[in-house]
């Protein structure tokens, strides 16, 4: 039964990373004031080109750097039409989604059904050997501890350093940081550029370690999952990942439930993370008061200097 | 700039041809429509190889033409009634879902041939065939009887269907045939082609001590979630061997290329007519991929297995057999005959779990 | 140096022109990539655009296709105007073709003449009920509209594949996945024969008229113009928020659910795992297309129905893959998208004061 356990966590926490990636990247995004429906296109751009990349170098680190830049150049698009244009930010966002997904279609047909090295789990010996804990803690792939890594970054950048300050503040009150003397759009750009960039990293972790290979559509709506972890998170990074393990691992409990034989009806616990997600919503949208002092007030307004 | 100008005009002027019909060639026409891409190593793919056949056979008198991605629907009948507009006299639909779709147009263009993979209704110009995968699964499980350490083994399966049900069973008995403690874990994806959610269900089922892993889904997902754990799995559609070199076993390969050519022969000849196809390993249709990763005992017992089932010495389904509930379905001797399988909706005894829905 | 400079009022002249000058370079684009992929941009361009209008079969497919999309676009866009994102009509639409099907499905014999205009009432409500959802999260708790009409999708879909699976499975369907066929009365007149236009399409092509003359000329029509163009303004005439947010939604869930069970008793008839192809997510580009305005929403269906039945003889004819047709349409909202400046703003120049930064 221990086995089970630890291995089902295990299982967990890899269903849980892309959600992280894209979650925290999300996360400062909309911080900054800009709401990024296009995650979904994103982490398809980042998975595509993340495994052509592998595939022709054979260098998974080359993956991941294609990954990251490919959702970076991705999400600019979507920052140019937002923030220079001054387009509506819910439409742009799902243009991006649907261009993504298109495009990682069209760009993917000569890589389907082609196969590269799976990044492996690590193993620290001593360390990855103990009993029980030895695996859950040390025995992941890399790109786990990475999301994990990144997840503290942003938490320590979002609370307790000056440039996130700033950005919080732009994300609250773009005029007033305006009138202080920020740049406004240029602190926009970065962060939807690094949202950009952690979606096509948690795109291109599905397709160089979750499963090596690529398949037309293979996010199957992670990227509307980690916008709606992001609400669940109330804009805080420590939630985005209690948030993802409870998603990715619903996933995980409803087949473990079916293999083990209970007899609830699939399509019902294939339901479950949808559902848990409107409730989840539901209950943290009704505290206004927690949602105004962590939802950023300017959250989908262009921004237009007033001189 | 004018070249631009010339090639556009030429081009449009090709396609204004192609518009009204004008044959460029007195070749057969011949259309295929794809649930998934070509490249999909599975299904698909297998398909596409039948295609492929038929155009190194016959390519001086056929060329064929193929539309992927056809999601099953009302977008199915405007993807097969177009073949059928634009001169294709055979048409394979490759999946349960284009039944009613392919009826349809049938009935719109009666001078057109279409074959329906899979399905059940017929018309005078409509034909199905199917594969007796069946038998494959039942070799499947005699190696799985043999190779299984812990007694489990996991089944990815994807609808509750009688083709995917019957697997299920038939790979039991083959198991039980060598080894009656094998026991398997069912897990049901509801999908055909889903690779993450197949991933995740190979790695539940060998969290919970599955040490072989099959499937009825399409991808190579799951064949390379066990391979990184090292554990032993059966490929599915086409021999998947490239994607885990040391822990595939064998892959049940579906072969349409020989009834494919014969079907297109016939329209060649004039001497096509509506039947009714289940082919299995003695016609060829279905084909073991090589024995690997197993000891060399076991791989000539699986061999000879596939042999006398295609010989027609042995049949996976033969009597005695008892349902779940113990009440005896196939008498003792006799073989279960085609009308039995096709509507099998329950599992054998030895099986725990109950069938969804 | 170049300076924004607001409008006092939307320029009428670039309302045309943006969706002409984004088509246009969407074409130029698509010129560019057919180039890059090998193919002649002339001729992939004229079977993407024109081919489908050139017959009388092409058109009947183009507006079969383009009536759910502009049935749903209507009714978003009304929503959108008012600043109440409904990303969720594809869910919407799910739901009445379920509730909408039900009366076929239980009086699967029937031939009374009433059952029809049943199940378009029902299915209406079922839609109504499902974005009633996310009308009353957000009206009592504040809950995102987006996210939770985007879940409900999830939740529409597996409910479907339950029911058509299970408790409303065709008994003589062998097991697969699907209903019974509609019976007659239940199924939505074809309007020529040999062509699959058929009722609903005219009234998919009535409503954006009506919903026209809703806006210009009620009261209700002008409150949604206001509140979408100026909110504050809005509020102070006594226009609720919560009222705009319950009609708007209603409408485009009542909108969404009429096309679905349109379509279920028209080209599908019955219920399938998969019955739409994504048209609650296109009708998002056609609503956006159609610059929010009804009879925009019309052409700008009609214009993406055609990339659709265009993508697919690309397929057989061209060899083009059926990814372009996704690409298009995002790459057509980004062009639409950035030219929406030119509407809201106007570009003056001015003289750099000598001495400033």
Redesign the interface.
Same mark, same amino acid.
């Given at each position: 039964m221990t086995?089970?356990i630890i291995?089902?966590v295990m299982?967990m926490m890899t269903?849980a990373t892309p959600l992280i990636f894209a979650a925290t990247g999300e996360l400062v995004c909309e911080k900054s004031g800009v709401l990024n429906l296009g995650v979904e296109g994103m982490m398809l751009i980042g998975a595509v080109f993340g495994f052509a990349a592998v595939s022709i170098t054979g260098q998974p680190l080359i993956g991941v750097v294609a990954g990251i830049t490919a959702g970076a150049l991705a999400s600019l698009i979507f920052g140019v039409l937002t923030l220079s244009l001054l387009s509506n930010q819910v439409a742009t966002g799902l243009a991006l989604t649907i261009f993504g997904t298109g495009l990682s279609a069209l760009f993917g047909?000569?890589y389907?059904?082609k196969?590269i090295e799976?990044i492996?789990p690590i193993h620290i010996p001593l360390l990855t050997d103990l009993p029980i804990i030895g695996r859950i803690l040390f025995g992941h792939d890399p790109l786990v501890y990475f999301a994990i890594v990144i997840l503290l970054i942003t938490a320590w950048f979002l609370g307790r350093s000056r440039w996130g300050m700033v950005l919080r503040a732009v994300g609250d009150s773009d005029q007033s940081a305006h009138a202080i003397g920020y740049r406004v759009i240029l602190i926009r750009y970065a962060a939807v550029a690094f949202g950009g960039a952690m979606a096509g990293l948690g795109g291109a972790y599905?397709s160089l370690a979750? &499963?090596?290979?690529w398949?037309?559509n293979?996010t #199957?709506g992670r990227g509307w999952i980690a916008l709606a972890l992001v609400v669940f998170a109330s804009w805080r990074p420590g939630r985005v990942l209690f948030g993802a393990v409870l998603f990715g691992g619903i &996933?995980?409990l409803q087949?473990?439930a079916?293999? #083990?034989?209970l007899?609830i009806?699939?399509?019902y616990m294939?339901m479950l993370p949808y559902i848990a997600t409107i409730v989840v919503l539901v209950l943290i949208s009704r505290d206004s008061t927690r949602i105004r002092l962590n939802a950023p007030a300017c959250l989908g307004r262009s921004f237009r200097a007033e001189r | 700039m004018r070249n631009l100008l010339r090639?556009?005009?030429l081009?449009?002027a090709?396609?204004l041809m192609?518009?009204s019909g004008a044959a460029s060639a007195d070749k057969l026409k011949v259309?295929f429509i794809y649930i998934g891409?070509p490249?999909?190593?599975g299904w698909t793919?297998a398909h596409d190889q039948g295609r492929l056949q038929i155009e190194k056979e016959l390519g001086d008198r056929v060329e064929t033409?193929y539309?992927?991605?056809v999601?099953?629907?009302?977008?199915a009948?405007?993807?097969i009634?177009?073949?059928a507009?634009?001169g294709h006299e055979l048409i394979f639909t490759t999946s349960?879902?284009y039944m009613?779709p392919t009826l349809k147009v049938a009935k719109?263009f009666p001078n057109v041939k279409f074959e329906h993979a899979t399905g059940?209704q017929r018309a005078d110009n409509v034909a199905t065939y199917n594969a007796k995968f069946y038998e494959g699964r039942y070799v499947q499980g005699v190696i799985a009887g043999k190779m299984s350490k812990t007694n489990t083994v996991?089944y990815i399966a994807s609808?509750?269907?009688?083709e995917v049900?019957m697997g299920i069973n038939s790979f039991l008995l083959g198991a039980h045939s060598v080894n009656p403690n094998i026991k398997v874990?069912?897990?049901?994806a509801?999908t055909w082609?889903?690779?993450?959610?197949?991933?995740?269900?190979a790695?539940?089922?060998?969290?919970?001590?599955a040490d072989i892993i099959t499937q009825h889904t399409d991808?190579?997902?799951a064949l390379?979630?066990a391979a990184?754990r090292g554990v032993m799995a059966f490929g599915q559609a086409s021999d998947m061997i490239?994607?885990a070199p040391k822990t595939q076993l064998t892959s049940i390969i579906d072969e349409w290329g020989p009834y494919y050519v014969e079907r297109t022969k016939e329209v060649l000849d004039g001497t096509w007519k509506s039947t009714d196809t289940w082919h299995g390993m003695s016609d060829g249709l279905v084909v073991m991929a090589p024995y690997t990763n197993m000891p060399a005992d076991v791989a000539a017992l699986a061999a000879k297995t596939a042999e006398d089932i295609r010989t027609g010495k042995l049949h996976p389904f033969t009597g005695p057999i008892y349902n779940q509930d113990g009440e005896l379905v196939l008498e003792a001797g006799k073989t279960a005959d085609d009308g039995m399988l096709?509507?099998m909706?329950y599992y054998i005894k030895g099986i725990?779990?109950?069938v969804?829905? | 140096m170049f300076r924004l400079e607001a409008r006092a009022a939307s320029s009428a002249s670039a309302a045309w022109l943006s969706p002409l000058l984004a088509l246009t370079l969407t074409a130029i684009t698509g010129a560019i990539i057919f180039l890059a992929m090998g193919k002649?941009?002339?001729?992939a361009l004229?079977?993407y655009f024109v081919?489908p209008l050139?017959?009388w079969?092409g058109l009947s497919?183009v507006m079969?296709?383009a009536g759910p999309l502009i049935l749903i676009g209507t009714g978003l866009s009304l929503g959108f105007r008012a600043g109440v994102w409904n990303i969720g009509a594809e869910g919407q639409f799910i739901a009445g073709a379920l509730l909408g099907s039900a009366p076929a499905i239980y009086f699967y014999q029937s031939a009374n003449p009433l059952i029809l205009p049943l199940m378009v009432m029902l299915g209406i409500l079922g839609g109504m009920v499902w974005a009633a959802i996310p009308a009353l999260l957000k009206t009592r708790f504040n809950a995102n509209e987006i996210l939770v009409s985007l879940m409900l999708v999830y939740v529409a879909e597996l409910l479907l594949?339950h029911l058509v699976?299970?408790?409303w499975?065709n008994p003589q369907g062998?097991?697969?996945?699907g209903t019974r066929?509609f019976p007659d009365a239940a199924l939505l007149p074809m309007l020529f024969s040999?062509y699959?236009v058929h009722l609903g399409t005219l009234i998919a092509l009535a409503i954006p008229f009506i919903v026209w003359f809703v806006l210009k000329r009620t009261s209700f029509g002008f409150h949604i113009r206001v509140f979408g163009s100026a909110p504050l303004a809005a509020r102070h005439a006594g226009i609720g928020q919560q009222r705009m947010i319950w009609t708007t939604l209603l409408i485009g869930g009542g909108l969404a659910g009429l096309a679905g069970v349109m379509?279920a008793t028209s080209?599908?008839?019955?219920l399938?795992?998969?019955?739409s192809?994504g048209y609650g997510f296109t009708a998002i580009i056609v609503a956006f297309l159609g610059r929010l305005h009804p009879v925009g929403v019309l052409l700008a269906g009609i214009t993406i129905a055609v990339t659709y039945?265009g993508g697919?003889?690309a397929?057989?004819?061209a060899g083009l893959?059926?990814a372009v047709t996704g690409l298009f349409q995002g790459i057509i909202l980004f062009y639409l998208l950035a030219f929406d400046l030119l509407t809201r703003y106007r570009i003056t120049r001015v003289a750099t004061p000598a001495g400033a930064s």
């Open positions: 086995e089970l291995a089902s299982t269903a047909l000569e389907v059904g196969t799976q492996e599905l979750y &499963t090596p290979l398949a037309e293979m #199957a &996933t995980i087949l473990n079916q293999a #083990a034989g007899g009806p699939a399509s294939s | 090639r556009t005009a081009a449009l090709s396609a192609l518009a259309g891409p490249g999909d190593f793919y033409t539309v992927e991605n999601p099953e629907g009302p977008d009948e405007r993807a009634a177009k073949l507009e634009t349960f879902g009613e719109r059940y996991g609808f509750p269907i009688p049900i874990k069912i897990v049901w509801y082609f889903d690779p993450p959610k197949e991933a995740d269900a790695k539940v089922l060998m969290d919970q001590g991808s190579t997902a390379q979630a990184e490239k994607f096709a509507g909706m725990d779990d109950k969804p829905n | 002649a941009p002339g001729l004229y079977l081919e050139t017959s079969s497919e079969v296709k594949i699976q299970g408790a499975r062998w097991g697969f996945p066929m040999g699959r379509e080209t599908i008839g019955q399938v795992p998969k019955i192809p039945i697919e003889g397929q057989i004819s893959p059926k």
